[in-house]
């Protein structure tokens, strides 16, 4: 353990965070490979599983609502399908790591948890002692930090301090699809299945069940065909919520199977997302660096990936709590950091250009309708052969394999 106590910033994630309050809202995540070792060792794999979203499998339909072809999950948690066996509400998993912090407040640890504020300015010290942080509110008095950690998500204002505001293209690569998710409530034919609607050119409507038995989550897509930015959607992101519900009512109104359900849930739903991430285009975000001396960038600030970000982003925090906890002083911080970046950026970069991981999206959207035919017809033969695990091509996250390393814990 570390000889010597840090003062350490978290800038998101729920500690230094420019949200009001915690956002214990969300649709339905997933924990795969290594993020499924990360929440056994501290604790939360029986709780994961105990909130699991009840989800047994995915069902691949035609814009009429008939199967094409079902994949039940693995139950297997070293090779999952596109159903996770750690399939988990957003909300939920805020909630459990919340408790956990909460726990461990009560049992002496120092955490200061700080809403409505964010990072306005900061500074390595030229002789490498720490870093000045000022902030934008003043909740919290501009201080020194021994470590500082950008959590701060896709558009990180942390990562352009630490690296220089540079175009966020060179760091950004766009998957060219867009998301809405909300909630509506169940019916009696609602299921356990993942239903995912396919209808050309490039929209599809998803409806995921919920471990609460009362709502389900519906997934609105608008995919792009190439992988890249839609100025159309790009203007429609950052307007109002009323704008954007009218905009996704125009593109989804009369589309088949249940659009007119979605449609009205939608407008009577009260955990439609908020600003920018309403209507969410999910993407990559490859960085050159991790750290900087004593700064260092995580989860989706470091390395968004489809599928698995979830996973990366605790592999990552358990991955630099490790390394900080084997240091003697905060002079060793930098040096810890770097041990970090050094571990993990192999794993990072072969997850992020493993087969399917540019185009995946546009191979499982079709523009059109022979392309839906051909697409969903090599489902069905994937189906009858029994061969599931080729729906991590697009859907199941990185085949890529990496051990944890062990601190101790």
């Not at 079902?70 to 805020?94: N, W």
């Not at 299945?193 to 038995?213: E, S, V, Y």
Request: include cysteine; aromatic fraction near 8%; glycine fraction near 10%.
């Amino acid at each position: 353990m570390s000889q010597q106590s840090l003062n350490i910033l978290i800038s998101g994630g729920g500690i230094a965070e420019r949200a009001p309050s915690p956002r214990i809202t969300g649709q339905a995540v997933d924990i795969r490979g290594p993020g499924v070792d990360v929440i056994n060792k501290i604790g939360l794999e029986r709780d994961v599983k105990a909130r699991h979203t009840t989800e047994t499998g995915i069902a691949m339909l035609n814009p009429q609502g008939v199967a094409a072809a079902v994949f039940p999950s693995s139950g297997d948690a070293k090779d999952q399908s596109a159903t996770s066996e750690y399939e988990i509400l957003r909300g939920d998993l805020a909630g459990l790591l919340l408790d956990v912090v909460d726990a461990s407040k009560q049992e002496g640890a120092n955490v200061n948890m700080v809403y409505g504020e964010s990072i306005d300015t900061m500074e390595e010290r030229a002789d490498g002692s720490g870093v000045d942080v000022n902030f934008t509110i003043g909740k919290l008095n501009s201080q020194k930090f021994d470590v500082v950690i950008g959590a701060d998500g896709i558009a990180s204002k942390v990562r352009s301090i630490i690296f220089g505001k540079v175009d966020s293209k060179e760091h950004i690569k766009p998957s060219g699809l867009y998301i809405a998710f909300f909630t509506i409530p169940r019916v009696p034919g609602d299921d356990s299945l993942w239903k995912w609607c396919q209808i050309p050119p490039g929209l599809a409507m998803h409806i995921r069940p919920h471990c609460n038995g009362k709502t389900m989550g519906v997934y609105l897509t608008i995919c792009n065909p190439k992988a890249d930015y839609l100025p159309e959607l790009e203007d429609i992101i950052h307007a109002d919520v009323a704008t954007q519900k009218k905009y996704l009512r125009q593109r989804f109104q009369n589309i088949g199977w249940q659009s007119q359900r979605f449609l009205d849930g939608m407008d009577a739903t009260d955990d439609f997302y908020m600003s920018q991430w309403q209507v969410r285009n999910p993407c990559r975000v490859v960085t050159p660096k991790y750290t900087k001396g004593r700064c260092v960038i995580l989860g989706d600030a470091a390395f968004a990936t489809m599928g698995i970000g979830t996973s990366l982003a605790m592999t990552g925090a358990y991955c630099i709590a490790g390394e900080l906890s084997k240091i003697d002083s905060a002079s060793q911080v930098a040096e810890a950091l770097q041990k970090y970046e050094n571990l993990l950026r192999p794993y990072i970069e072969k997850t992020q250009n493993a087969p399917g991981s540019s185009v995946g999206m546009q191979i499982a959207n079709p523009q059109t309708a022979l392309g839906l035919w051909m697409f969903q017809t090599v489902l069905w033969v994937v189906a009858f052969l029994k061969i599931p695990k080729l729906l991590s091509f697009f859907g199941g996250g990185s085949r890529e394999t990496w051990t944890l390393p062990e601190y101790g814990w």
